[in-house]
């Protein structure tokens, strides 16, 4: 049901973006422990192991454990409002955007709605146009998830107004050009191989039924997770850290702090002192994550689509009928 079906698509654009909201706060409630715990690690200048020297995180239990016993067990949700508002957005304009789009390729190209390209295609300009609409949530929520204690913001209003103030509002919009870069193909292939998998699935397992067809949803949407996010993973490290920009004083107590004055000086940076390895620092809780949040995002919004279309077909004539 992800992408334009001439044959069985029941489901209208406004629905979409309704089921795509529905699934990215469900999705956000879920994962956000792992999100945060993955931030810390992107932003951590040490090499996480307990043998580097000042390394704050060694690994995801190390990580949890120490941010529960300092911070208590609300800093796993650290940033949540702001996160929510980005995945509520992103959700909406994401599925939005992408119905719209694969539904005009079939109307107006040769190509099948279904093909690998087509889903690659539509999948990275949906979430372009998502992040676009989002990127400053995104910058705010990775603000909050990266400060520590004492907070440097106290709410999500004193945030906007201090960023604002004390950076001007090309601050909301930092990181920008690494994360397009990053999201056209990670969510190409997050469509694309949702597609295949899911198509492979059909051909290997028919007629599994409706419980069935949730569990491959979910397995299918884990997969291209992984997929994706290996593939992707480093330009989303480069995004958080010209995120930070200019707060540096609230990561002090995490260790050491950089200062990056772009994207290329930031891979600079990133290679001469922290090696290639660098680059895919935090990348096990972002596997996590990614399996987690793509499964549960195309299982969710497949099971609030089957549920819009049940309660449309039990409104219509024929279902009042039946």
């Not at 699934?23 to 956000?32: A, E, N």
């Not at 884990?222 to 850290?241: E, N, V």
Request: charged share 20%; glycine share 10%.
């Amino acid at each position: 049901m992800v992408g334009y079906d001439p044959e069985a698509t029941c489901v209208s654009t406004a629905e979409a973006a309704a089921a795509g909201s529905a699934s990215g706060f469900v999705t956000r409630v879920l994962i956000s422990p792992l999100d945060v715990i993955k931030i810390r690690f992107q932003l951590q200048i040490e090499q996480l192991s307990c043998k580097a020297p000042g390394a704050k995180y060694h690994g995801i239990l190390q990580a949890a454990r120490r941010m529960l016993r300092e911070e208590g067990v609300q800093a796993f949700w650290k940033g949540h409002v702001p996160a929510q508002l980005l995945s509520v957005g992103y959700g909406a304009v994401q599925f939005m955007t992408f119905e719209s789009l694969t539904k005009l390729v079939h109307n107006v190209t040769s190509y099948n709605a279904r093909d690998f390209f087509v889903h690659f295609t539509c999948g990275g300009l949906s979430a372009c146009t998502a992040t676009v609409a989002v990127q400053p949530v995104d910058t705010l929520r990775t603000r909050f998830a990266a400060q520590g204690e004492p907070k440097i913001y106290h709410n999500l209003h004193h945030a906007v107004v201090t960023m604002y103030r004390t950076e001007g509002p090309r601050t909301f919009y930092r990181g920008l050009t690494p994360t397009l870069i990053a999201v056209f193909p990670y969510a190409g292939f997050q469509f694309s191989f949702y597609n295949i998998l899911q198509q492979f699935s059909e051909r290997m397992i028919p007629d599994e039924g409706k419980e069935g067809g949730n569990v491959k949803n979910l397995v299918c949407g884990s997969c291209a997770g992984i997929i994706s996010k290996t593939l992707t993973y480093p330009f989303d490290l480069i995004k958080k850290r010209l995120q930070v920009g200019g707060f540096e004083r609230a990561r002090a107590a995490f260790g050491q702090v950089r200062i990056y004055r772009g994207l290329l000086d930031c891979i600079r940076q990133i290679m001469r002192e922290e090696g290639p390895g660098g680059f895919f620092k935090g990348l096990s809780p972002s596997l996590l994550k990614a399996a987690a949040s793509t499964g549960l995002i195309f299982f969710t919004y497949e099971l609030f689509c089957s549920l819009l279309c049940a309660l449309k077909n039990a409104e219509s004539p024929k279902g009042k009928e039946g």
